[in-house]
């Protein structure tokens, strides 16, 4: 959970949704122990504390300023489509054609088939559930009367494919454990081939052109072009005022200057290179987020922000530098460094789980422990010296 909600937050709250529906359906079966909820919230506060940084930076964000959303949207999938990328074994970015790749889709097909032949089994509910997430997920179901309710956040019903294949894990696996299979070679042929199937995948779409549909590289040539017209270049982008985020307006929409080219770039620095026909003031496409602290040059000169989302400043007529450098806030290595030492601890608890009391091994490896303490204290001495 911890890894997810580094990664992408609107997966963090489908599969908190699905833990909670799962944990509520043992509830109400007298299943759920005492044991289970302990450990669900041990679970809990590791997976907080190692993606404390990235939760505190999205929270700052999202509470000081007003950010552009995804457009709301439901995008089912389409059978012809699904189809179509199955037999060519694509991954391709197309949100109508997402799929669970060909060994799955198999698997799917031949549990479903097996259900009229073998009445009982704890598999055939959990393969009943997988049917009915995998065809829910295509545009045989009127969702477009749904775009107006809070499920629009999911966008694209494809991304719930990897419910339907949790899913089908599972069903596989109480399918074989109650018939199991005469030769166990099968086992590795079926993982083997899953694993092929897979690479290639992966390997095929990663030497086609970069240009897959939105999926584009972002260029010093490309960057004024793709924040103001590109259907995705608006996403979280700040708005100056509640009217302007419900109309989808941006801080940049008015971006004034005509010629605006990066110069270069580091992780908290950007320099640009700026030709105006007369001195004034421009409202220039780059955005500017509350809670953050920035330090402008115009020319080699300090300049003060103007109250804006958008950068906007006065500037001389001709051929001029801006530099825009971020100051890193001090609790940004305060969080990181939780999450760091989360995510080591983590790792040791899972590294050790099967043998003795993970508490025993920290004990009886103290100068392992010390090296490890020593060496967060002087990367936590390095990132406050930092720049």
């Known amino acids: ?45 590791l997976a907080i504390l190692s993606s404390f940084y990235t939760l505190t930076n999205i929270g700052s964000l999202l509470s000081s300023n007003l950010l552009m959303s995804p457009t709301p949207k439901l995008v089912p999938l389409n059978a012809t489509k699904y189809w179509q990328a199955l037999l060519d074994n694509s991954i391709i970015e ?6 669970m790749g060909p060994i799955n889709t198999f698997l799917l097909f031949f549990l479903m088939i097996m259900l009229f032949t073998n009445k009982s ?9 997988t049917i009915i997430v995998f065809f829910s997920t295509f545009d045989w179901l009127p969702w477009q009367n749904l775009t107006s309710t809070p499920i629009n956040m999911i966008q694209f019903l494809g991304r719930l494919l990897f419910i339907s294949s ?9 399918y074989f454990d109650q ?27 990663h030497n086609k052109t970069t240009k897959d549909g939105y999926r584009f590289w972002l260029t010093r040539d490309n960057y004024v072009q793709t924040i103001k017209n590109s259907a995705i270049g608006i996403d979280y982008l700040p708005a100056n ?37 007369k001195e004034g003031y421009y409202s220039l496409p780059i955005a500017v987020y ?15 922000l103007a109250n804006s989302h958008a950068l906007k400043l006065k500037i001389p007529k001709g051929l001029n530098h801006l530099k825009i450098t971020v100051t890193v806030n001090i609790s940004n290595y305060f969080t990181m460094l939780i999450s ?23 004990k009886s490896a103290k100068r392992i422990s010390n090296i490890f303490l020593a060496f967060f204290i002087i990367l936590f001495y390095f990132m406050i010296k930092a720049p």
């Open 1 to 45: 959970m911890g890894a997810i909600a580094n990664s992408h937050i609107l997966s963090l709250i489908i599969v908190t949704i699905m833990i909670a529906i799962f944990c509520f359906i043992r509830i109400l079966r007298h299943q759920l122990t005492r044991k289970e909820v302990i450990n669900y919230t041990k679970a809990a506060v």
């Open 94 to 99: 197309r949100s109508a054609s997402f799929n």
């Open 121 to 129: 089994g704890l598999w055939r509910h959990w393969t009943i559930a």
């Open 166 to 174: 949790l899913l089908l894990a599972i069903s596989v696996m109480y």
């Open 179 to 205: 018939y199991p299979l005469k030769y166990k070679d099968i086992n590795f042929v079926i993982t083997l081939a899953l694993v092929a199937v897979s690479l290639n995948a992966v390997h095929t779409y």
């Open 241 to 277: 005022n509640k009217h302007q985020l419900q109309s989808r307006i941006t801080a940049l929409q008015n971006a004034s200057v005509s010629s605006l080219k990066i110069k270069s770039q580091t992780y908290n620095s950007a320099e640009y290179m700026i030709t105006t026909a």
């Open 290 to 304: 509350s809670g953050i602290h920035y330090n402008v040059t115009l020319n080699h000169k300090k300049v003060k």
């Open 340 to 362: 760091l030492l989360t995510i080591v601890y983590s790792i040791g608890k899972l590294t050790f789980a099967n043998s003795n009391s993970f508490v025993k091994k920290i």
